[in-house]
């Protein structure tokens, strides 16, 4: 079994059908979604890059992320991610993104948020978001569930397009 194209391999069917690109910003995924993507031949026609951006620091580094960009915006919440998503479809001129923040656990986030909360997000021509809690602080765990949940989306905005 191959559990990382096997989680992309309808994306990137649909990517390299429709000639779209997908760029990726995620934090507690840590490089996962980003990997699925990766896992399936061929992914150089739609993978733009990608970036982990666990810190602030690597925010701002990696999606060129200002205080402008985030002003209003509430840690861990869809809206923070949806821009992170927009930032990140910047960056890389990408047709779609997705971008993901999340508390893998064990322990709380530094803004209080519990274990086995993410948030998702996707933008292009049909942007969407989706708040994920598995109520598990099994680090491992929720890192993989994330993964397959922003694949879920992905696909959804996808087939959604047309």
Do not use: C, K
Request: proline share 4%; aromatic share 6%.
């Amino acid at each position: 079994m191959n559990e990382l194209s096997d989680l992309a391999r309808s994306v990137a069917e649909r990517l390299t059908a429709s000639g779209g690109t997908v760029a990726v910003a995620e934090s507690s995924t840590g490089g996962l979604i980003s990997a699925a993507l990766l896992a399936v031949p061929g992914a150089s026609a739609y993978y733009r890059g990608g970036s982990v951006i666990y810190t602030l620091e690597s925010r701002r580094e990696l999606l060129g992320i200002t205080r402008e960009d985030v002003r209003g915006l509430e840690p861990l919440t869809e809206a923070m991610v949806a821009r992170f998503a927009q930032l990140a479809r910047r960056q890389l001129d990408a047709t779609w993104a997705i971008a993901e923040l999340g508390v893998a656990g064990p322990t709380r986030a530094r803004y209080g948020h519990p274990p086995g909360i993410s948030v998702l997000a996707v933008d292009g021509p049909r942007p969407r978001t989706l708040a994920v809690e598995t109520g598990s602080d099994d680090r491992e765990e929720n890192m993989w569930r994330f993964t397959r949940a922003a694949m879920d989306l992905l696909f959804q905005a996808l087939i959604d397009s047309g």
